[in-house]
């Protein structure tokens, strides 16, 4: 077994704990944290396949900023444990089974074709930012663009949902 | 050196318990919680695809998603914000005002 394949393991088991625990956790508190350590992983395996703006930002804006705020909610809402209401029979009985039937679907797949997916010819070669700046700049400039548009009424509704009714 | 298919394994491993934590939870908070996790489900298998085709447009995408995650989010959790403050409860089997 080699580095990087030993350095995949820990990282994907590090990420599926995290996913783990944040489907058992009872407190919205304790999930959070449960998912900032499955972007920390993740961004371990962008760095692992050499997608080093990727990993950077996957920390910054993930791990930082929307976890950030996702905690300063559950913090604002005093959000206590999960109450135990009587479950949806749907989702009791059909849930479980349909999600494990999604995911085995997907992992059957990739196993399955496995050979049809090609490898990298370089593994592990850093993606320069400069070539991926300019392929966002050139080729994608109209929707990095757009996300912009994206983000402003994203900031106006959030101003108009969370404000105070006027009396 | 890690083939390609591990990660889209990993991939879809990570979907589906996010999937699985969009069904079984009733926090509204941690269902938004459970749509992050199926997104960087999705991120991881964009950047392995982009590696394996020596492109880098997948890391394009990545980089959209990821906007437009932090837009879904602050928008999101105003309207989780909106419907504490009405309900007084998290709780989204509480939220059943268009239930029949």
Redesign the interface.
Known sequence: M?G??VI?FVL?IL??VG??S??LQRH?IH??LS?IV??VA?AG??L????E??AA??II??GG??MV??VF??M??N?GA??R?NF?KL?KFA??P???A???L??AA??RH?NA????????AL?STD??ST??FTT?VY??EL?SF??L???M???V??QREKS | MVPTQYYLILSAILFGLGAAAFVFRRNIITIFMSIELMLNAVNLAFVAFSQARGGLEGQVFVLFVIVVAAAEAAVGLGIIILTARNRQSLNVERVDLLKL
């Not at chain 1, 997916?117 to 592990?124: E, K, L, Y």
């Open positions: 080699n990087p394949l995949f994907a990420a599926i996913a783990l944040l489907i919205p999930s959070a998912l499955v972007m993740i395996l962008y692992l396949m050499g997608a703006f990727v930002v996957q804006v993930y900023a929307i705020l996702f909610v559950i604002l809402l959000a999960e109450e209401t949806s989702a849930g479980l349909l999600a494990l999604l995911t085995g997907l992992a990739m196993v496995g997916i090609p490898n990298p010819a370089t593994p592990g993606a070539r991926l392929l966002l994608f929707p990095f996300t994206l983000i009424v994203a900031i509704g959030a101003l949902l969370a």
